[in-house]
């Protein structure tokens, strides 16, 4: 079936614009996670939803950046007034977890998303 | 707040040798993950280790956890150039916040053909 999907691949933006970035995830999969990864670092937590609710946005730097995802399934990461340390690799990942349970996640494909 | 070191950052290896990344949390653990991604991917899950002191092997691939939940390896046996991409382990810490992975910053294989 298909896997977690993300738009746009690529975004170039400049410094002070908005952006949203799109995340599909898999069919049926309550749970849904949204990481930022630098070069030569491992995904960094920012946001995870169970179902509709932001159940941890703990991960999110500062009040620019914001994320929804008000049916449960496609969510959309916000960020206002863009920063060059903004630019990185924003993935999502989904997976069938509630909390207390475990299992693995499955990762999207990323948004490359480049500040100038 | 919870942190995971992982060591060696780089490794670079000929084909048919052995190779070793080691992962190391601040707190204990509920559970550890290892993905692997490629150059230009995205990390995709190999295993999920639980219980205290476990080990599994996915062919050539052999994972432990530490007895006190807070260290882990992966452990490749004659590396092929398959095997080229950085490595990641992801913890997940107990109590409540159980459901949030902690990466650490990966070890980058490269394989020598």
């Known amino acids: 079936g298909a896997g977690v999907s993300q738009t746009p691949s690529n975004k170039v933006t400049e410094k002070g614009k908005y952006v949203e970035l799109r995340c599909d995830p898999i069919?049926?999969?309550?749970?849904l996670y949204w990481y930022r990864q630098s070069l030569g670092q491992g995904p960094e937590f920012l946001i995870y939803?169970?179902?509709?609710?932001?159940?941890?946005d703990s991960g999110l730097p500062n009040d620019r950046f914001f994320a929804v995802r008000p049916e449960g399934s496609v969510s959309t990461l916000k960020i206002q007034r863009t920063e060059r340390g903004d630019s990185a690799v924003y993935l999502c990942?989904?997976?069938?977890?509630?909390?207390?349970?475990?299992?693995?996640?499955?990762f999207g494909p990323g948004t490359r998303l480049t500040v100038t | 707040g919870q942190q995971v070191m992982q060591i060696p950052q780089y490794q670079h290896v000929q084909e048919g040798e052995d190779f070793t990344t080691y992962c190391n949390s601040s707190?204990?653990?509920?559970?550890i993950q290892w993905y692997k991604q490629r150059p230009g991917g995205h990390p995709v899950f190999l295993i999920q280790?639980?219980?205290?002191?476990e080990v599994k092997k996915q062919k050539r691939l052999t994972f432990q956890f530490g007895e006190a939940k807070k260290n882990s390896s992966l452990h490749i046996t004659a590396t092929q150039t398959t095997d080229v991409g950085t490595y990641f382990c992801?913890?997940?810490?107990?109590?409540?916040?159980?459901?949030?992975?902690?990466f650490g910053k990966g070890t980058l294989l490269t394989v020598n053909p």
């Open positions: 990942a989904s997976s069938l977890s509630s909390p207390g349970t475990s299992v693995e996640q499955y």
């Open positions: 069919s049926g999969h309550t749970a």
């Open positions: 939803f169970q179902g509709t609710g932001a159940a941890d």
């Open positions: 707190t204990t653990l509920s559970n």
């Open positions: 280790l639980v219980k205290s002191g």
């Open positions: 992801a913890g997940r810490g107990s109590g409540g916040s159980n459901y949030k992975l902690t």
